[in-house]
């Protein structure tokens, strides 16, 4: 049987999964992952003892949710443990392949190891993921991966360009090969691959003949963005006959580079919850004026919780349940507001309101996810920077001249958005008016905005892409 047909098999199987057995699984394994950590890793066993924890004590999944401690970043990679041997299987470091690093933007490093077995594993999910979305299999592909930190893209099946974060590289990669090739997949992070695309067509390159693919991933992807994407390459994502995909994937150092995904009926469903005001409500019922990430994740390799927060959302907690895991990380809080969907709620969401039609083919649960950071203005109203992106998008003649950084702060005013011009942007009074006015007619709070001159941006002259920008 061929690696294809082997696919194909596996794909039919995703379609007909049960969801509650599958629930029900995902528990099993993150009890079993539970009981290893406590009687194998050194770091785990001091946190265990320090909650006062008798690991014997836990039982059931309701116990686990009830009574294991809850870590975070700052708590495994932080000062206080001082040997990242104490956090691995029996306090060993051996057989290690690949370490991932994390971009440090919270201001702690974590990291990611990987023995080759976990790594073959890795590159048979991905090709999994690439054949079902993009049908590499039986389509030439170049896969250019402009993702920072050398984080490598695992696949036996496509060409692979890893360019880093330099735009010129991409785009003459792009203009070199994706002529010799059936199709062209380019991951990256959004505001790069909104420079590489403009630059690319200042640059000559007819984005529209070539229709390449585009994985983003590093933040939420705003739904304006797609949109915005889709309009320069010359597709229309609300058509069903476009084959060519924009989507995102989500991941951390910690656990692997695509963790959670979108598919195109997750592409479709989000655009669905973006116009409906009723459907959004009905499947989300949380921070309605921010629209969230739709992706969906194997239950098989991650157990995911809600964990509740001061102002009534929620963060999400990971249970890595990877058989081979050197550090099985257990409830950890990536601090990443969310909440879970199963499969069941959506489907009986979509079917009260009519909308059977948009359910996904692929029966796994799902995350909403809004990302990680928010500000508090004086009125008490708290805005996302995923808020202010969507704004930025919603009309291509203002998207167009910005580069898509911005700064929000706390000032007398309420609320100040510094936002940063291209560096040759054809600025003009009615340019500056309109953008203006977009802000101010759609931000329910007081608002100081500043448009600054590429070169006058005072959070970074030239942005480096290698680390995350921070909008707060």
Not at 139 to 151: A, E, G, H, Y
Not at 168 to 176: G, L, N, P, Y
Not at 349 to 365: A, F, H, N, V
Request: proline letters at 5%.
């Amino acid at each position: 049987m061929t690696n294809h047909s082997k696919r194909q098999q596996a794909l039919e199987a995703l379609y007909h999964l049960d969801p509650e057995a599958l629930k029900e699984l995902s528990a099993k394994k993150a009890l079993k992952v539970f009981e290893t950590a406590c009687a194998r890793i050194p770091a785990y066993q001091n946190i265990v003892r320090q909650a006062g924890l008798n690991p014997s004590a836990i039982k059931s999944i309701e116990d686990f949710k009830k009574f294991v401690p809850v870590l975070d970043k700052e708590t495994i990679f932080g000062p206080d443990v001082p040997d990242i041997k104490q956090l691995c299987l029996d306090g060993r470091l051996e057989n290690i392949r690949a370490i991932i690093c994390s971009s440090g933007h919270s201001g702690v490093f974590s990291y990611g190891l990987k023995t080759q077995e976990e790594i073959e594993e890795a590159q048979d999910a991905i090709d999994f993921m690439l054949d079902y979305i993009f049908n590499v299999s039986e389509k030439k592909t170049l896969l250019v991966n402009c993702l920072p930190r050398s984080m490598r893209v695992y696949s036996s099946l496509v060409t692979m360009a890893d360019t880093g974060v330099r735009p010129d590289i991409v785009i003459h990669t792009v203009k070199t090969f994706a002529s010799s090739f059936d199709q062209t997949i380019i991951v990256g992070e959004n505001s790069f691959l909104k420079k590489v695309l403009e630059d690319g067509a200042e640059a000559g390159i007819d984005w529209r003949c070539v229709h390449p693919h585009l994985v983003l991933a590093e933040e939420v992807l705003p739904e304006n963005m797609r949109t915005y994407f889709a309009e320069i390459i010359g597709v229309d994502p609300d058509q069903p006959e476009n084959e060519t995909l924009i989507g995102s994937s989500f991941g951390l150092a910690e656990f692997g580079l695509n963790l959670f995904h979108e598919t195109r009926d997750l592409i479709r469903l989000r655009r669905l919850l973006q116009r409906d005001e009723k459907f959004r409500e009905a499947l989300i019922g949380l921070d309605l004026d921010n629209l969230p990430a739709l992706l969906q994740y194997d239950p098989n390799k991650l157990f995911v919780e809600e964990i509740s927060t001061n102002d009534g959302l929620f963060h999400l907690a990971l249970t890595n349940l990877e058989d081979r895991a050197l550090i099985p990380l257990v409830r950890y809080n990536t601090a990443d507001e969310g909440i879970c969907i199963p499969y069941g709620q959506l489907e009986e969401t979509l079917g009260r309101l009519g909308y059977e039609d948009y359910l996904p083919k692929i029966r796994l649960p799902l995350l909403a996810i809004w990302g990680r950071t928010k500000i508090r203005v004086n009125e008490g109203f708290s805005i996302r920077p995923e808020f202010i992106k969507e704004l930025l998008y919603r009309k291509k003649d203002i998207a167009s001249l910005l580069t898509g950084n911005f700064q929000l702060s706390k000032s007398r005013a309420g609320l100040r958005i510094e936002i940063q011009a291209k560096e040759k942007a054809s600025r003009s009074v009615e340019f500056e008016n309109k953008l203006r006015a977009l802000l101010l007619e759609n931000i329910p709070a007081r608002i100081e905005i500043i448009i600054y001159p590429y070169k006058e941006f005072p959070h970074g002259m030239e942005l480096n892409y290698e680390k995350k920008f921070k909008y707060i």
